[in-house]
């Protein structure tokens, strides 16, 4: 934990309580929601949207398109496990070492704080890992959003399908977070503190990022681009939206539209953003898209 | 410098703009071609539109192999994924990234460490928006990078919390009030007498509660107190009798006890963990205490008591770095790089309280006339037992610890004082005093006040003080660094721009500041003349200041071969070992009467 970050948990908001109010608590050790140091937001009353960040980034990442989100929803955040102010000491390398064991953690969360007809909106390898949470947990999900998705992201050559990366690619990968994890997270934290009128956030990274332990970043890299979600897909009965950016170097078109292809419920919707991560490029677009096809929307 | 004209682009649209409106004009294409520094151009998606002959010839790819190409596939897949979550992102918000430390990958497979700048410039009337990125080869920085990172947070983190800990101990007694247990203080006395006794089986382990502030700040400084006071209890319960538990600082303890050796004292460290982490209950709610802990056991020999806190300190700091809640033990057949650099440290904040800090000139020659016009202020270490220690084994470690204020406001007086001595000395009346500026000094609001006043408390007309930037700082906060220079300008104090070259976006960047001076980087002089890359460089180098109007400096010249190729570029001034090395003060007022010269002659 960061001193002075404020930790806010389901427990800490109340129906009566202003919607966005924080409250700094100390959760009883053990619960998901001060391991995943959730913050819950938004309108108590309102569906819940699950916010689910990718690999290298944390519940942060979101930041930009919560002002679109708030009004009217219950919008609840996350640190995924080896991610920002994710509690070091329930760090399981066995539990992590699969996408199954994040995506379990996103169940107990939801079970914990009694969400239900929830929309999970998943980053990246974050898309895959909440599919896995719609197949756990059916019962608690109305609806998947998956955000620059891919279901495999090595190539394929006996399936002639293209992920993107190279065996090589993958292996040179985990070896260069073996050596270079710390540096990495030392380049990173400074590309963020790019928010000049919000220097906090730049410091509160920084904490967050050194707190990080490099093999946790290798196993959620390893569980990620060594895993095949492609067929898990095709059992996914909850309706999915996928939502596709142009020139993407992480989710290529071909991953990007497999991932469409395989799920029985998807709409494929084309983002007007470019790059990896329209959440933080184009805020406004991506709110809009996730917004404009929740479900009961004609 | 202060004669020169302000530094303003000789062509309307200047320099900086070459690389988006392509070729307006034969000199600067080939400016932009063979610019010190790789360029390219990209779409908004990171398409490659266009590229410059360095980057193409230091990757050894061909230009139509780029053209349409994705800029990120030049990049390993670490810094390609680091390079999509994180600056094309950053690029779509804020405009710019700037010195993103990446790997190219060349035509041979082979990586070349980077450093690449970009600025997005949004679409306008007919033309779409696109990204132009500036690629700078950066070997050293890679290599230092990971150690810096590693050693340097560790050290700084355990050298502020050994100071606070220090100040405490000295305004109370030998022991905490709170728990009873021996402060700091006491512990060291202890250890002192236990070590005196001749014991050589003497085990510290230094145990940090992880998290402690969060539950003094959320749950109160009673419940924080409660914590403190079980955890004391806890400790006193696990070690054998005889054994000293000790409250170093707020949340941290230690333990004495008798140890056989290292694994002794690492199952010590595992049980009394073991013992911390069973719950408490404060205020109601049941907290887990995490503690991280390192254990180290005294070597023999003087001095051991400092040293084995010492060690154990370290070792509590890399198991909070290693991701807290674990024991770390010292492994004393590895002198550790972390320990090395805190003990530097502490060194060098003596040193530079004590007056063990020099300065050292290097003239700066005329080429023209062969007159001494400058020297560089360059700062050394008089260290008590390494000796005269240079720069490069002491700034950075300055730098990153933030001693370099203190480093930095000494050799800014210091110089000024000097460069006033000289004033008042017809023989060198008129030698110019050049100032490192580091980039916190750069950001520091109190820099022109500080410049203010070392000029007149010495009495120095301000136009014999260059202060020189490095082209990294002027680009790690450009607005802020603008506004600075241009105050300094004001006082009529001279700027120059430190090892240009290596930086990034020089074309791009200088405009916007008031130059006066250009310092080419000695690793381009070296290869005047012996490779045609760097000799193509420093000419670019010479020919863009005489487009900005400012004056060009050349470092690290050696030999009389790169003395004549300077001089046929009309590179104005020269510095280095082939007129003379970093001298005393008197050595230099010595040489200036020495040489009122003719022509730039090299030393004798």
């Known amino acids: ?58 519940q942060h990442a979101w930041d930009r398109v919560l002002p679109a989100l708030l009004d009217g929803h219950r919008v609840v955040l996350l640190d995924q496990a080896g991610a920002g ?94 050596h270079n994890y710390l540096s990495w997270t030392a380049t990173v934290a400074p590309m963020l503190m790019g928010n000049a009128d919000r220097p906090e956030l ?44 142009r020139d993407d170097a992480l989710a290529v078109d071909s991953a990007v539209r497999e991932v469409a292809a395989r799920l029985p419920h998807a709409t494929l919707v084309a983002l007007d953003a470019s790059g990896h991560c329209p959440h933080v490029s184009a805020p406004a677009a991506t709110a809009a898209a996730v917004l404009a096809h929740l479900p009961g929307r004609p | 410098m202060t004669t020169t004209t302000p530094a303003t682009p000789a062509t309307p649209g200047g320099a900086a703009e070459v690389p988006s409106d392509g070729p307006s004009d034969g000199g600067f294409e080939a400016l932009f071609e063979h610019a010190p520094c790789g360029y390219l151009t990209t779409t908004d998606g990171g398409r490659i539109t266009r590229v410059n002959e360095t980057f193409l010839t230091w990757t050894g790819h061909r230009r139509e192999d780029l053209l349409g190409s994705a800029f990120g596939r030049l990049l390993p897949v670490g810094d390609r994924i680091l390079w999509s979550t994180h600056s094309a992102p950053q690029l779509g918000t804020t405009g ?33 928006a696109e990204v132009r990125l500036v690629v700078f080869a950066a070997p050293e920085r890679r290599a230092h990078e990971q150690e810096l990172i590693a050693a340097l947070h560790r050290a700084e983190e355990s050298e502020d919390a050994r100071a606070a800990a220090e100040g405490e101990a000295r305004r109370l007694a ?39 502030a969060v539950v003094n700040e959320s749950l109160g400084t009673a419940a924080g107190d409660e914590l403190l006071l079980t955890v004391a209890a806890r400790l006193g319960a696990a070690v054998r009798e005889g054994a000293v538990v000790a409250r170093l600082s707020a949340d941290e303890f230690a333990v004495v006890e008798r140890c056989e050796d290292v694994e002794a004292a690492r199952g010590l460290a595992e049980r009394l963990l073991e013992a911390l982490t069973a719950p408490v209950v404060l205020d109601g709610l049941e907290v887990v205490a995490s503690a991280s802990i390192g254990a180290a056991v005294a070597p023999p020999g003087p001095g051991a008591a400092q040293r084995v806190l010492h060690d154990a300190a370290v070792a509590v700091q890399r198991a909070k770095a290693r991701g807290r809640g674990r024991v770390e033990v010292h492994d004393p057949t590895r002198t550790g790089a972390a320990a090395d650099r805190l003990r530097l440290l502490g060194e060098l904040r003596r040193g530079i309280a004590d007056g063990q800090l020099r300065l050292h000139h290097q003239p700066q020659v005329r080429l023209r006339d062969g007159r ?91 136009h014999l003080l260059v202060l020189e930037v490095t082209e990294t ?88 071969q790169q003395r004549e190729a300077l001089a046929a570029m009309g590179c104005d001034v020269v510095q280095g070992y082939l007129f003379s090395r970093p001298v005393a003060a008197d050595a230099v007022q010595q040489w200036a009467r020495e040489r009122t010269g003719t022509t730039a002659q090299p030393a004798t």
Not at chain 1, 229 to 242: A, C, D, F, I, N
């Open chain 1, 1 to 58: 934990m960061l001193p002075g970050q404020p930790v806010e948990t389901a427990r800490g908001t109340t129906p009566e309580e202003s919607a966005v109010t924080t409250h700094p608590t100390v959760e009883t050790v053990g619960t998901a929601a001060a391991r995943h140091r959730v913050r819950v937001l938004g309108d108590p009353a309102g569906p819940v949207l699950l916010l689910v960040h990718g690999f290298g980034t944390d």
């Open chain 1, 85 to 178: 102010g994710f509690d070091p000491a329930a760090y399981d390398r066995e539990r992590y070492s699969t996408l199954d064991g994040y995506a379990a953690d996103l169940v107990a969360v939801c079970e914990e704080l009694d969400l239900h007809d929830v929309v999970v909106v998943g980053h990246s390898v974050s898309s895959m890992i909440a599919a896995r949470a719609a197949l756990r947990a059916p019962e608690r999900f109305a609806q998947v959003v998956m955000v620059a998705p891919s279901a495999r992201y090595t190539d394929d050559a006996a399936t002639g399908y293209e992920g993107g990366f190279s065996d090589e690619d993958v292996a040179e990968l985990l070896d260069s977070l073996d």
């Open chain 1, 202 to 245: 730049g410091e509160e990274f920084t904490g967050a990022m050194r707190q990080l332990h490099p093999g946790t970043a290798r196993d959620f890299a390893r569980a990620t681009f060594t895993t095949d979600s492609r067929e898990l897909l095709t059992r996914v009965s909850t309706p999915t939206v996928v939502l596709q950016c």
């Open chain 2, 96 to 128: 710019s990234v700037s010195e993103v430390v990446v790997e190219v990958v060349a035509a041979d497979r082979s990586r070349r460490p980077a450093l690449v700048t970009a600025t997005r410039v949004p679409a306008r009337a007919g033309a779409d």
């Open chain 2, 174 to 212: 030998l022991a905490d009030p709170l728990t009873g247990l021996p402060n700091r203080a006491g512990l060291a006395a202890h250890l002192g007498a236990a070590l005196a006794a001749g014991r050589s089986d003497v085990g510290v382990l230094v145990v940090d509660l992880d998290h402690f």
């Open chain 2, 372 to 462: 001494l016009v400058g020297v560089e202020a360059l700062v050394r270490w008089q260290h008590p037992t390494r000796g005269l220690l240079a720069p490069v084994q002491f700034i950075e470690l300055a730098e990153q610890s933030g001693l370099v204020r203190e480093l930095g406001a000494w050799v800014l007086d210091a110089a000024v004082a000097q460069a006033a001595d000289w004033a008042r000395d017809p023989g060198c009346a008129t030698v110019e005093v050049a100032v490192n500026l580091s980039t916190r000094q750069l950001t520091d609001p109190g820099l022109v006040e500080a410049v203010t006043t070392a000029l007149s408390r010495h009495r120095l007309p301000a």
């Open chain 2, 473 to 560: 700082s002027l680009a790690a906060d450009p607005a802020t660094a603008a506004a600075t220079l241009v105050a300094l300008k004001e006082l009529g104090v001279g700027v120059s721009v430190d090892d240009f070259g290596t930086g990034y976006a020089s074309l791009t960047y200088l405009q916007r500041f008031p130059v006066d001076e250009l310092k080419i980087d000695r690793s381009f002089v070296t290869g005047l003349g012996a490779s045609d890359g760097d000799t193509a460089i420093v000419r670019a180098c010479v020919q863009l200041a005489q487009a900005l109007g400012v004056r060009t400096v050349a470092e690290g010249v050696e030999t009389e």
